[in-house]
């Protein structure tokens, strides 16, 4: 069966979501069989059942008493369990900021002392069982945050920090979406989160401190001459390289990315290709502009570049 | 029909099965795979594909109708072997051209060119 994301949770906090969601479930087809068993009786029922349902104790209490104290409780329960979501017992969690961009994440780690360490762009690396507090801000418009099987939903609002905590009890990778229409391009605001075994972790934050080495083969070293030729550092950092612009996201490692786009499309050449002759084609009204002029060997030279970021 | 017609939900029951079957009816089950390789691939991202509903971008020709095509990329002839080399390493017979070659496992490939000879109409 393929379940829907909130309902197949990989952390400690979905699963409470998700049984949230259960307990809902469960509680609203009592109350749906409840009346459909009071509707069937008011049509079909005998004289005296139906006399029954008229009285104006039967009105009071099942109306409104009932419906006061189960809607009561689940409310209780729901604002106790979306506490929980905002705190955390690990005493050391790790802290990533994650902003908000029309249409895209940009995504910071902290080190200890509150210094960022890294900046990379629509995907999040973790370690498994990890504690990992999130600091959720804008850049601009309201945004949402959301990874459903890791965790619950936090606005992402200008001017506010948000905290959201997720942790995952399995590696594997995790999709995510922008939950709050954000503009044009909203619904292909995605975002991944790559969950790592803990030695595996320490492995990849490592390779991540050392920018990739610079182009070996000619197609590539012709495709990082017209990078920097066409402007792509106006708005791309790509660390080691002259690229520094910060408006777009970090490319530095962009040939490791699960997904391109903003977690919106498989990774390879042909894609990467795509992306920059005609990124307006794929996701109309984002940032960046369709580069239509270059020449089909300079398509496989900008893709080659990039591949190779990593 | 005439009961169905009479019930407002039968007669959607109705409607939802005949939308159904015509779905399946215009892909045979293999082709329906090579669509799902597509879409794992994303080869929207420069071609138009019947079936691929996103992305349907337009850098590469459009690949309506490409079974009834004779030549991939006017170079050799459109079988389903050649399809498939080709779809992983198309500069080996454009080296000009715009399409890079594109890691995919030989399966997706032989998958991609049969979805893609099996867009044809006939005479």
């Known amino acids: 069966v393929n379940w829907p994301l909130v309902l197949d949770p990989a952390g400690s906090n ?37 006399r029954f349902l008229t009285r104006n104790s039967t009105i009071i209490i099942a109306g409104f008493a009932v419906p006061v104290v189960v809607l009561t409780v689940l409310l209780a329960y729901s604002l106790m369990l979306t506490r929980e979501l905002s705190s ?11 902003t908000g961009e029309m249409w895209w994440w940009r995504v910071d780690y902290f080190d200890k002392d509150g210094n960022v360490t890294l900046r990379d762009a629509n995907e999040l690396h973790i370690p498994v069982g990890q504690s990992v507090k999130l600091e959720l801000v804008s850049a601009d418009v309201i945004h949402s945050f959301w990874v459903p099987q890791l965790g619950g939903k936090a606005d992402m609002i200008p001017g506010r920090r948000n905290i959201l905590f997720l942790s995952a009890d399995r590696p594997g990778v995790f999709n995510g979406q922008c939950a709050e229409f ?20 320490d492995v990849w934050l490592k390779r991540r401190t050392v920018a990739p080495a610079a182009a070996t083969y000619p197609l590539a070293q012709r495709g990082a001459q017209l990078f920097e030729n066409l402007g792509c550092a106006a708005c ?31 990774n390879n050449r042909g894609i990467l290709a795509g992306w920059v002759a005609d990124s307006q084609a794929i996701k109309p009204g ?5 580069y239509k002029m270059l020449t089909g060997l300079e398509l496989q030279a900008m893709a080659a570049y990039l591949e190779q970021l990593r | 029909v005439g009961l169905a017609l009479k019930s407002p939900i039968l007669f959607t029951l109705v409607l939802l099965t005949a939308c159904s079957e015509s779905e399946v009816d215009k892909q045979n089950a293999s082709g329906n795979i090579g669509r799902v390789a597509v879409n794992e691939l994303g080869c929207g991202a420069c071609h138009e594909i019947p079936g691929i509903s996103w992305p349907k971008s337009k850098v590469g020709p459009p690949l309506e109708n490409y079974g009834n095509r004779n030549l991939i990329a006017g170079v050799i002839p459109n079988t389903t072997e050649n399809l498939a080399v080709f779809l992983q390493n198309a500069p080996r017979f454009v080296p000009e051209g715009g399409m890079p070659p594109i890691a995919m496992t030989e399966q997706q490939a032989a998958d991609i060119a049969s979805y893609l000879l099996s867009l044809r109409v006939e005479g």
């Open chain 1, 14 to 50: 979905a699963t409470s979501i998700a049984n949230l969601a259960w307990v809902l479930i469960a509680v609203v087809t009592v109350v749906f069989l409840t009346v459909c068993v009071g509707l069937g009786v008011a049509l079909f029922g005998r004289e005296t059942w139906r």
């Open chain 1, 88 to 98: 955390t017992e690990s005493p050391t969690p790790m802290r990533v900021q994650i």
């Open chain 1, 182 to 201: 954000c503009g044009g391009p909203h619904a292909l605001m995605g975002f991944t989160v790559v969950v790592h075994e803990k030695s595996e972790f």
């Open chain 1, 236 to 266: 791309h950092v790509v660390r080691g390289t002259v690229a520094n612009g910060n408006v777009g996201p970090d490319l530095t490692f962009v040939g490791t990315r699960q997904k391109l786009g903003a977690g919106i499309l498989p």
């Open chain 1, 286 to 290: 984002n940032r960046m502009p369709s």
